[in-house]
């Protein structure tokens, strides 16, 4: 028999607190107390952070191979199959308890009393929260390369679909579908930046900060780094425990992408409406009533739409639990953690189901050609041409085409009347005819002449498609360049973890 279990007695309590703390707890402390639930999250991520640690106490002669061979064993063992369901027993304060105990029952507490050398639960879960954040964010990243690619796919398709564009939901001016398009595909970037922005400030590596103080054994903190894939270590030993605002930068982000995916469903749920019929959505993103047999209801878009809700009060719950902590760390800290995954677990999949939901919509080019020249949306245009071609100040030019829209009608006599209000003269006296006016208020001719760079003009928006399309190939490598270099760290980390179990 182990010679330390007679000392340290029944092996099943949990190992951190046995020797310590005496007397059971109630089931209401220990539920408040256990982050078990949420650290489902990481139990996986944990036993990668335990192999990292072994395989690095190994190398620096601080763990003997002997004991870190089985240890190593077991480990090896729980990333194969799964953490067992008995770590995650409610009696262990955390899912770090339930694995040592779990292991320590294994191979004894002479093997596994040795894994915690050199480290504390609070440079532990750090770790974990933030391998665990930089994967979902990965994730994240992918979708969102797959939502842009649809989005210029189809906007390719919708460069001459010409439609209204709104202010205030009232029609404004022509544009076409795929101008309408490429504004989410530049605000998904952006989302994509702020995601790539924060995934280089999660990625590094508290491990070997212990408590706070660090520890006095020699660590080789940066090999644990680049075992677990990290960019770099997070030096300060005190900030890397009692930091979260990797998780609050995390979920402040998809606050903003969920926003954005917000506005965007909000007008697919008005385009679909049977006033605007822009769009027919698939069938499989609508639900009907139980009462009313002839509906068709956005419900996807709608729920899209509200996700918001849950990643911004997922962010404020976050940021108000961290407010006002003393260093360094504190247990409020694993109260944030249910919030983290609450927010961030489920944007990957919002963001797929916005992507296919687009990928198979109908969008009704006549319907918005009908719509593109209601309500005077080419008059800015009219306007433009009294100044351009007959040197008439704008405000005048506005002030003449405004009170023609104001006396319903915009042809020539009606345009006469106006000018020799505001202007002292008719506009046929400078030599404007019918036919000009005609030209000026077609829809074709406003698209046609917005041309600057990033306005709606068929030629401005191939030019931007072709951009567009260039920075998504740039930021895709991004993605797997990063993919690829945890995925090697990774290995190694298995590579070495088998040569010390010797398998
Ligand atoms: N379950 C804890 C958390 O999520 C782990 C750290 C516990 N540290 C401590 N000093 N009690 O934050």
Not at 28 to 55: F, G, N, P, Q, W
Not at 63 to 68: C, I, K, L, N, S
Not at 222 to 236: F, H, M, P, R, S
């Amino acid at each position: 028999m182990d010679p330390l279990e007679k000392v340290i007695g029944n092996m099943t309590r949990d190992v951190v607190r046995k020797a310590r703390l005496g007397g059971e707890r109630t089931g209401d402390i220990e539920s408040l107390l256990s982050s078990m639930e949420a650290d489902k999250h990481i139990a996986s991520s944990d036993v990668l952070v335990d192999m990292a640690h072994l395989i690095m106490l190994t190398k620096q002669q601080i763990v003997h191979e002997e004991h870190a061979q089985p240890l190593m064993k077991e480990l090896l063992t729980m990333y194969e199959l799964g953490v067992p369901a008995e770590a995650f027993d409610p009696s262990y304060e955390d899912i770090h308890a339930g694995i040592e105990t779990v292991l320590t029952n294994r191979t004894g507490g002479d093997v596994g009393g040795r894994l915690h050398i050199g480290r504390s639960r609070n440079d532990e879960v750090a770790t974990c929260l933030r391998i665990r954040t930089r994967d979902i964010i990965l994730e994240q990243l992918e979708a969102l390369i797959r939502l842009r690619t649809v989005l210029l796919t189809v906007a390719e398709e919708h460069v001459h679909t010409i439609m209204p564009g709104f202010t205030h939901l009232q029609h404004a001016q022509p544009v076409t579908l795929a101008h309408h398009l490429l504004a989410y595909e530049q605000m998904f970037s952006r989302d994509y930046d702020r995601l790539c922005d924060a995934f280089n400030r999660v990625n590094c590596s508290p491990l070997g900060s212990a408590a706070l103080a660090s520890t006095g054994y020699p660590l080789d903190r940066a090999y644990t780094a680049e075992l677990l894939g990290c960019d770099k270590i997070l030096i300060n030993s005190m900030d890397a425990v009692a930091s979260r605002d990797f998780a609050a930068e995390t979920l402040a982000c998809d606050t903003l992408l969920l926003a954005n995916i917000s506005r965007f469903c909000e007008e697919l749920i008005i385009w679909s409406s049977s006033f605007v019929q822009f769009v027919t959505l698939d069938d499989q993103y609508c639900s009907t009533s139980s009462i009313m047999p002839q509906k068709k209801n956005p419900d996807v878009a709608e729920i899209l739409r509200s996700r918001v809700g849950t990643l911004l009060g997922a962010f404020v719950s976050a940021i108000t639990i961290v407010k006002g902590l003393p260093m360094a760390y504190n247990r409020d800290l694993q109260d944030l953690n249910p919030h983290l995954w609450r927010g961030i677990t489920e944007v990957r999949r919002d963001i797929d189901v916005l992507c296919g939901m687009i990928k198979t919509a109908q969008f009704h080019r006549e319907r918005m050609a009908q719509e593109a020249g209601r309500g005077g949306t080419t008059t800015t245009e009219l306007a433009d041409m009294l100044v351009r071609d007959f040197d008439i100040p704008f405000r005048t030019a506005h002030h003449i085409v405004g009170k023609a829209v104001r006396d319903g009608s915009l042809d020539l006599p009606t345009l006469d009347k106006a000018a020799e209000e505001f202007y002292g003269r008719t506009l046929s006296s400078l030599g404007i005819t019918p036919e000009k006016v005609q030209h000026a208020l077609a829809v074709t001719t406003s698209l046609s002449v917005r041309k600057l760079p990033g306005g709606p003009a068929p030629q401005s928006v191939q030019t931007a498609l072709a951009e567009r399309q260039k920075e998504l190939e740039k930021d895709t490598n991004f993605v797997s360049e990063k993919k690829r270099q945890i995925s090697a760290s990774l290995d190694k980390l298995l590579t070495q973890a088998r040569r010390i179990a010797n398998i």
